[in-house]
């Protein structure tokens, strides 16, 4: 008896015509999430993809460990492959295979799938001789197909017999890279990489930019955000991240532009530049961990000056959470702890006072031009540095 994993496709089964091209992203994208473990061969049919260790040494707690994070996958489960595709191989193999869950459940019932239409036995038929082989080892078990403690699941397949019970919740979603390409615009806090993760949810593939204004911001600032990116990928895959030098920048919004009105130009600046990235590496969408209402650069007035400034469609994932709910997916994606460490982010460098929350758009152009940043804005792009994520 050979031990497998077992994971069922999502919301791939609804793509009809695109499924064979959801399922080809979805085995690759498993494939280089376990390559540092070992080979494995990876084989899909019915929405059931089977992932076979080609060597022994093989972690399969830490496969699954990573399975867990795939995106497009619903649940998953290590199965064993029985020996033989007969009857009497199922029967062997599914009392010794779950002992031990069974030996300290009172109740259990077998569900039977049998997509090989060959085999000599239907699915009740299955169901009833399995359940009798594990009664007649573990007496002391109930059926009860209501809410047993364990649903014994037999699946007779083109490519064999597989036992297993209680699948694990996957990370559901659809595969990264089916659902195009997007920048994440990323700061050092809680937010960005919580929309970073919803975003790669959605079947995005992500490139990363980040604004650094050195020396207001630190060396150990940017590194955070290497370092968040590093958490993110492990469900959204490597990516590249540009850091933007924003200092001049800034420096001539403090020194040009009226106060009141800083945070919103910056944000423009940021919106435009990052639009000129993403063109760049052929993104279509830009996304931001903007939440309404939770500062004053996130009213909608201050959100629709921020969007009038790219003409690519943003993202906002976050847009209708509380700050709760979203800390809540941060421990979820182990990003809070690193997200709470206290390096200050260029967002915080000459904050103004009383930062306009209505701010009117005509005025705030108008502010922007007399400034004239183009010439910043294309020294900052001259001046890209690019880091890998992996
Ligand atoms: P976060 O927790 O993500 O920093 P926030 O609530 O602090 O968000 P802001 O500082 O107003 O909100 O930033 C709003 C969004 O702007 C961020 O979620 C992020 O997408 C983007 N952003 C902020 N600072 C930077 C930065 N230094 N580089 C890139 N993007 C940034
Ligand atoms: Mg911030």
Same mark, same amino acid.
């Given at each position: 008896m050979k031990e497998i ?40 049919? /019915? ?5 076979k260790p ?26 064993a492959l029985?020996d ?20 300290? !459940? ?49 699946? =007779?397949?083109?490519?064999g017999?597989? =036992?297993? !019970?209680?699948?694990?919740?996957? $990370? ?17 806090? =809680? ?29 150990? !600032? ?39 009105? @800083? ?34 650069? /996130? ?26 709910? =979203? ?35 005509? @005025?705030?152009?108008?502010? /922007? ?10 020294? $900052? ?10």
């Amino acid at each position: 008896m050979k031990e497998i994993l077992l994971l069922k496709d999502g919301e791939i089964v609804l793509k009809g015509l695109n499924r064979r091209q959801f399922e080809d992203v979805l085995k690759k994208n498993i494939k280089n999430t376990l390559s540092p473990l070992g080979r494995f061969e990876i084989t899909s049919a /019915q929405s059931t993809v089977s992932v076979k260790p080609l060597s022994d040494d093989i972690d399969l707690d830490e496969a699954c460990e990573r399975v867990g994070r795939i995106f497009g996958i619903v649940s998953y489960s290590r199965a064993a492959l029985c020996d033989e595709k007969t009857l009497e191989s199922v029967l062997k193999t599914a009392p010794e295979y779950l002992a031990k869950q069974l030996r300290t !459940a009172k109740t259990f019932k077998v569900e039977a799938k049998r997509s090989d239409k060959k085999f000599p036995y239907k699915s009740p038929e299955i169901c009833r001789e399995t359940g009798g082989a594990i009664l007649a080892k573990f007496p002391h078990l109930k059926v009860d197909v209501k809410n047993p403690e364990v649903t014994v699941y037999v699946e =007779i397949r083109d490519h064999g017999a597989y =036992i297993h !019970a209680n699948p694990i919740r996957g $990370a559901g979603g659809i595969p990264v890279g089916t659902g195009g390409r997007a920048v994440i615009l990323i700061s050092g806090g =809680i937010d960005s990489p919580v929309a970073a993760y919803m975003m790669a949810k959605r079947g995005i593939k992500l490139t990363a930019v980040h604004f650094a204004s050195p020396p207001y911001t630190s060396r150990r !600032a940017e590194d955070k955000v290497v370092r968040l990116l590093q958490k993110v990928a492990r469900y959204s895959g490597a990516m590249k991240m540009y850091t933007v030098p924003f200092t001049k920048l800034q420096e001539k919004l403090r020194d040009d532009c009226p106060e009141e009105l @800083f945070t919103i130009i910056m944000r423009r600046l940021m919106m435009q530049i990052s639009q000129r990235i993403a063109e760049q590496n052929e993104c279509q969408a830009l996304i931001t961990g903007e939440s309404l209402g939770q500062v004053a650069s /996130q009213t909608i007035g201050a959100l629709g000056c921020t969007d009038e400034a790219a003409d690519m469609v943003v993202f906002r994932p976050l847009i209708g959470m509380d700050k709760q709910e =979203i800390i809540d997916i941060s421990y979820k994606i182990d990003t809070f702890e690193t997200s709470i460490e206290p390096y200050e982010d260029c967002c915080t460098v000459f904050t103004p006072k009383h930062p306009r929350t209505k701010p009117v758009l005509k @005025f705030v152009k108008q502010a /922007q031009e007399n400034a004239g940043f183009e010439p910043l804005i294309e020294e $900052a792009l001259q001046n890209l540095k690019i880091t890998y994520i992996s």
